[in-house]
C-alpha cells in the first residue's frame, strides 16, 4: 500500500504549472544551448557547453523531485474542510506573548514557503498547529528555546 502525499489545490496546480514549464520550455531551451555550443568544437573548455550540461543535470533532478511529488497525490480542497481544529489546508492566525500576530496555512511537502506563510504541515511549527482549535496556546520550538502562542484565529476557507 503506497502512501498518498497531501498538497492543497493552489498548490498541486504551481508545482503542475512548474513542471510544464521545466519540460515543456526550459529544458528544450537548455538542450538546444547545449547541441549550439557543442557544435561550436572543443567541449572541455567550452563554458557554455559546460554550463548547459550543469543545468540540464539541475532540470532533470527538479523534474524527477516534482514528478515524485505529483504521483499519487491527494488534492485537499480546502473549501471542503469541516470542523473546528486547524488541520492541513486551514490558514491559522496566531498570536505570540509578544502580540505579534504571524498567519500560516498549513500546506504539504514542496508548496511550502514561510516568507508568505505556508509551512509545511511536517514542520515544527505545523506540528505545534495541527489539531488545535481556537484559544489554544501552543508551544513553538525556536533557536533552543520554547515560544508560546495562542491560536486567534482558524479559517478552512
Known amino acids: 500500500m503506497s502512501f498518498r502525499k497531501r498538497l492543497t489545490r493552489p ?10 514549464e521545466l519540460l515543456k520550455v526550459t529544458r528544450p531551451k537548455v538542450v538546444r544551448g547545449i547541441a549550439t555550443a557543442a557544435a561550436e ?5 567550452n563554458a557554455e557547453y559546460i554550463y548547459g550540461k550543469k543545468r540540464l ?11 515524485g511529488l505529483l504521483k499519487d497525490v491527494e488534492i485537499v480542497d480546502s473549501e471542503k ?17 509578544s502580540g505579534e500576530k504571524r498567519r500560516y496555512t498549513l500546506v504539504g511537502e514542496g508548496e511550502s514557503n ?7 504541515i511536517n514542520a515544527p511549527v505545523g506540528q505545534a498547529i495541527q489539531h488545535k482549535e481556537l484559544g ?5 520550538p525556536r533557536d533552543g528555546a520554547i515560544i508560546d502562542a495562542e491560536i486567534t484565529w482558524i479559517s478552512h476557507a
Open 11 to 20: 498548490g498541486y496546480e504551481q508545482l503542475c504549472n512548474e513542471y510544464t
Open 41 to 45: 568544437g572543443d567541449r572541455s573548455e
Open 57 to 67: 543535470r539541475e532540470i532533470d533532478r527538479r523534474l524527477k523531485y516534482l514528478g
Open 81 to 97: 474542510l469541516r470542523g473546528a481544529k486547524a488541520q492541513f489546508g486551514s490558514t491559522v492566525e496566531i498570536t505570540l506573548d
Open 114 to 120: 514561510p516568507a508568505e506563510g505556508r509551512i509545511n
Open 136 to 140: 489554544d496556546i501552543i508551544e513553538i
